[in-house]
């Protein structure tokens, strides 16, 4: 249920501050994933979400209440090593490629609609949900190269333009979120567990 409708916060959590005085503040073991960590928003991510009014998306660095980035951040570390790879001269031009799940009610999508790859006939059931997913993220900064279908049932293929540094994450983690929240608005459920062996288990 939480992963279909999401979770509430309430504004009042966004306005804690943290102390690093404070007892109840644990930034002991932030190693093993289980202490207290601080938000630091990247404004340069600052974008307002096209499919959500007066909703805006920032991407944030985790670091501990003490100020101490913390280590264990994918995106921290994909920084180090693009910084590793300026400083002997080179630089990562790179994109990402997706595979997930587009399901939909039963009334919409029966059992029996099963996309194959190269094929186009059933590929257009829902052209206005492709095409806003595809206009939103050009506008989100995560530029659609290609979509195809493929194996499973509802199963697709994703591909993403090529971007500089750590543009390249960003875009794919606001792809593999925004089309979650996209396909809820059209009684769809996107899913990023693709395994062909289960059909329709999504």
Not at 57 to 71: A, N
Not at 87 to 99: A, D, I, K, Q, R
Request: charged share 15%; with cysteine; glycine share 6%.
């Amino acid at each position: 249920e939480k992963a279909v409708y999401g979770v509430p916060m309430p504004r009042s959590y966004l306005e804690l501050t943290l102390s690093p005085k404070s007892n109840e503040v644990d930034h002991a073991n932030t190693a093993n994933f289980s202490s207290d960590v601080l938000l630091i928003p990247d404004l340069s991510t600052f974008r307002v979400l096209p499919w959500a009014e007066q909703t805006a998306r920032v991407i944030c660095d985790p670091c501990t209440v003490t100020g101490s980035p913390l280590r264990t951040s994918p995106r921290l570390i994909a920084k180090q090593l693009l910084g590793q790879l300026q400083s002997l001269g080179f630089s990562l031009h790179s994109s990402f490629t997706y595979e997930c799940c587009v399901l939909g009610a039963p009334d919409r999508i029966g059992p029996k609609t099963l996309l194959f790859p190269a094929t186009t006939l059933l590929s257009s059931h829902d052209l206005p949900f492709f095409q806003q997913m595809r206009c939103c993220m050009y506008c989100m900064g995560a530029d659609i190269d290609s979509i195809a279908s493929a194996s499973g049932p509802g199963q697709m293929e994703i591909n993403l333009r090529p971007d500089f540094g750590i543009g390249a994450a960003d875009s794919a983690f606001t792809f593999r979120t925004g089309i979650k929240e996209m396909a809820r608005k059209h009684s769809y459920i996107a899913s990023f567990f693709t395994d062909d062996g289960l059909y329709n288990a999504g």
